[in-house]
């Protein structure tokens, strides 16, 4: 009788604790996926013309609610021009993307550009001799409003081009 007992408050136990963990110990969450990934990397292939198509990169973005900076290392050849479009039509909040010389744990960096823009192209300048490129995508923080929280996800989409010589 006594095992009996046991093994029910057990199982009882353990089920509880499943659908704890399944459920996640917080109210009910929905996901706004705004990312139009094929989309956007058509329009930005389209944009690289004269310079040759070099590779994508798509950067998920999930908002929260604190400010984020999201940082993506670029290398670049020595004497090669580059063109770079960005593509944020797959991001609900605005976020700001920065592109700067060294990384951010360095203190003597410099900001070499800055946007806001949903579309929009960057050439670095080649005489700067740079052997990389740091871009940051600065997310500001969403705020959660009450019972269910909304979680907003996009993607950055990064398109980079070199000069066909």
Known sequence: MKHKLFTLILSGLAIFLFSFVIKGGKEESTEN?????????????????????????TTHIVSKPYDQIIEV?????????????????GLNPNIKVEVYDKTQRDDSRKKLFESSA????????PSLGLNRLYINYVVPPVESSGESETIEKGCVV????????
Do not use: I, W
């Open 158 to 165: 990064f398109t980079a081009g070199y000069k066909n010589v």
């Open 73 to 89: 290392a670029m290398p670049l050849y020595f004497d090669t021009e580059y063109r770079f479009v960005f593509n944020l039509d």
């Open 33 to 57: 996926d705004t990312c139009k990934r094929d989309e956007s990397v058509e329009k930005c292939k389209g944009d690289l013309n004269p310079f040759r198509y070099s590779g994508v990169k």
């Open 118 to 125: 949903k579309h929009f192209q960057y050439e670095p300048d």
